[in-house]
Every structure is written in structure tokens, then in C-alpha cells.
T-cell receptor, first 112, second 115 residues
Framework: DSGVTQTPKHLITATGQRVTLRCSPR?????VYWYQQSLDQGLQFLIQ???????AKGNILERFSAQQFPDLHSELNLSSLELGDSALYFC???????????FGSGTRLTVV | GDSVTQMEGPVTLSEEAFLTINCTYT??????LFWYVQYPGEGLQLLLK?????DKGSNKGFEATYRKETTSFHLEKGSVQVSDSAVYFC??????????????FGQGTRLTINP
């Protein structure tokens, strides 16, 4: 157990639907990061939050949004889902620069 | 922007062979460098890291040295085991404005060790 908890582990949904992925960071970590891992694109950085505030944005589509709550857990919302959104979505947390990330085990999203 | 390039895989070796996975990077500042490992069906685990030039990170028999002059961070292990079969990712930590930070990953190298 890495200390970063992601739910659900698996999600199957239809095109056009909306889903919410949840992440609880490791205790004491203020930063949360979301990554998408697909076979053809590798690991793509989506977004970073630090103590409730958005700090960095990567290749995140407009159909996707995220937030970090006062208890530091984070949610990634994916809407108007397309087949190409099928991927592993990882959350990671960090205590700060130079310490690396601790990753959760991921949510596997399948859009059918 | 910052980027990481890893040697292309897949890499297949016999048990007890010597392993090198090449990694080079492009960065405007002085990033921290990392190697992560992903076992089948799992998330990424930090394997080792180095935060400044000439630092050597090591863990579980794996080593990598931060070489600023060649912008490289090659992963090595003297004698691999079947249990080392996994995907290995090289990454750098990109520190942006206002505390923004993200890890930039290479494309990953799939390693298979045969008994």
C-alpha cells in the first residue's frame, strides 16, 4: 500500500457519459497530481493541485476538470466521454520539490 | 519544454545479465531526476532519485548517476533477476513558477528477464 488511495479501481461506462475519479493523497502530502496512461501516449500529465489550489496544467482536455478539497482529497471529473478516453488514470501525491511522487494504483477507465 | 528520452524497448535479457537502460533529458534549469518502475497491473513506484549533478541514486541493486555534462541518467544493474521484469520510466521534476511542479516522463522501457 503506497498510501495514495484511488477509487474506483475499474470503471466501465458508455460514450457521452460523465464519471468522477477520486484520490486520497498520502498523509502529510499537500500536492496532488493526475496523470493519464494510455498505450499510444504514454504517461501524460493532466493537472497539479497544491493545498486546494491549481498549480500546473498539462494536456488536460476541456471536457475534463479537477478539484482538491479542504481535506486534500481530489476528484477528476471526465465528461462527454469518448472511446479514446479509455486509459489508466493515476493520482500521485508529493511532499515537495525533489522528493518524487507516490503513485496510487490507478483507475482503469473503459469507455464502450 | 523539458523532455526525457529513453532507449526504446522492449529489452529482453537472461537472468544474471548486466542491465543498462539509457535515459537523456532536456531541461532549462536544474531538475531532479528519477527512475520509476511499474509492475504488471500496478501503479508506478519510485525506484531511485538524484537531486543534483554527480549524485548517485541506488536501490535494490539498481544505480543511476546524474550526469549534467551529458544530460544523462542511465539505469544500471549488475545482475538482473526474473523479478525485475517490469516497465521502467525515467523522469525529471520540472519546477515551474509559483510552486508549480510536474514530473515529465520518458516513454518507458519494458524489461523482460528470462530464467
Amino acid at each position: 500500500d503506497s498510501g495514495v488511495t484511488q477509487t474506483p479501481k475499474h470503471l466501465i461506462t458508455a460514450t457521452g457519459q460523465r464519471v468522477t475519479l477520486r484520490c486520497s493523497p498520502r498523509s502529510g502530502d499537500l500536492s496532488v497530481y493526475w496523470y493519464q496512461q494510455s498505450l499510444d501516449q504514454g504517461l501524460q500529465f493532466l493537472i497539479q493541485y497544491y493545498n486546494g489550489e491549481e498549480r500546473a496544467k498539462g494536456n488536460i482536455l476541456e471536457r475534463f476538470s479537477a478539484q482538491q478539497f479542504p481535506d486534500l482529497h481530489s476528484e477528476l471529473n471526465l465528461s462527454s466521454l469518448e472511446l479514446g478516453d479509455s486509459a489508466l488514470y493515476f493520482c500521485a501525491s508529493s511532499v515537495g520539490q525533489g522528493y518524487g511522487y507516490t503513485f496510487g494504483s490507478g483507475t482503469r477507465l473503459t469507455v464502450v | 519544454g523539458d523532455s526525457v528520452t529513453q532507449m526504446e524497448g522492449p529489452v529482453t535479457l537472461s537472468e544474471e545479465a548486466f542491465l543498462t537502460i539509457n535515459c537523456t533529458y532536456t531541461a532549462t534549469g536544474y531538475p531532479s531526476l528519477f527512475w520509476y518502475v511499474q509492475y504488471p497491473g500496478e501503479g508506478l513506484q519510485l525506484l531511485l532519485k538524484a537531486t543534483k549533478a554527480d549524485d548517485k541514486g541506488s536501490n535494490k541493486g539498481f544505480e543511476a548517476t546524474y550526469r549534467k555534462e551529458t544530460t544523462s541518467f542511465h539505469l544500471e544493474k549488475g545482475s538482473v533477476q526474473v523479478s525485475d521484469s517490469a516497465v521502467y520510466f525515467c523522469a525529471l521534476s520540472d519546477q515551474g513558477v509559483g510552486g508549480a511542479q510536474k514530473l515529465v516522463f520518458g516513454q518507458g522501457t519494458r524489461l523482460t528477464i528470462n530464467p
